[in-house]
């Protein structure tokens, strides 16, 4: 993750307010998050789970050219998708990342970032419609564009996206945000009329437990109620290499 601190916010940056400070201690936090870091980041043995599903993995249908978008989360580029891209290359479809190098600019910045890049490689493609895949907080930039209607989209996966502008982020996601001076305050502001658009496309959501950036509650879609839930066996970090997340998304694209 870069320590790039978005643009646009107050030069003051606050960890939790002061109602909280009353009844948190700021070493309970620090324990809290390294132990919720600790969850996170060792994860990746489900990795191990690939091995167990491969035989599976290449059985799932396979596409025909469809064009799929990958948009990676907050403070990460595309290469955290990379290996997501190749596998849904082997199933057939035609993968598009935005390499945008972390996108981590004021949120409406970078909805009008995606939106432009969006329009510009639909039309140098030519392609009528695109399927779009973000990855937590890049997932409400998906959720933007899909509730501007300025893109034709054919349907929208998400991978631990916050959904919801309150108790969304965890002790650990605020102690990093504080750390790189990122104010979540407000970035919760702008999200939510994004969070509580209504929208008519295909909606597939994907969940995890274990997730220790996004509280999992906050990454349901509770305004439309046509949306898919997948409860995937993970933690945030493990959206892009687990087997699960992988079969979800595949089934997911030949099914609308």
Not at 28 to 48: H, L, N, Q
Not at 108 to 115: G, I
């Amino acid at each position: 993750m870069s320590s790039a601190a978005l643009s646009g916010y107050s030069a003051k940056r606050r960890f939790i307010n002061s109602a909280q400070l009353q009844n948190i201690q700021l070493n309970d936090i620090v324990r809290y998050s390294a132990c919720g870091a600790f969850r996170e980041f060792i994860k990746p043995i489900d990795w191990v789970s690939m091995v167990f599903r491969f035989p599976k993995l290449l059985s799932l249908p396979k596409g025909h050219g469809e064009p799929v978008v990958l948009v990676p989360g907050y403070f990460t580029d595309e290469k955290t998708l990379c290996v997501l891209g190749q596998f849904l290359k082997f199933l057939n479809y035609r993968v598009f990342q935005w390499d945008v190098k972390h996108n981590a600019q004021e949120l409406s910045k970078d909805v009008a970032l995606l939106e432009g890049h969006l329009v510009q490689l639909m039309q140098n493609n030519a392609l009528s419609q695109i399927s779009l895949v973000g990855y937590g907080l890049g997932g409400l930039l998906c959720r933007a564009i899909a509730q501007r209607k300025t893109t034709p989209l054919k349907q929208l996966i998400t991978l631990g996206t916050p959904l919801n502008s309150e108790n969304t982020f965890t002790p650990l996601s605020k102690r990093y945000a504080q750390r790189i001076g990122v104010d979540l305050d407000s970035l919760l502001t702008n999200s939510k009329a994004i969070c509580e658009a209504k929208l008519t496309l295909p909606v597939t959501i994907l969940y995890a437990p274990d997730d220790e950036f996004v509280t999992p509650e906050a990454t349901r879609d509770k305004v439309n109620e046509h949306a898919n839930h997948h409860l995937i066996n993970g933690s945030h970090v493990n959206y892009t290499h687990n087997a699960k997340v992988w079969e979800t998304i595949a089934s997911t694209l030949v099914t609308f």
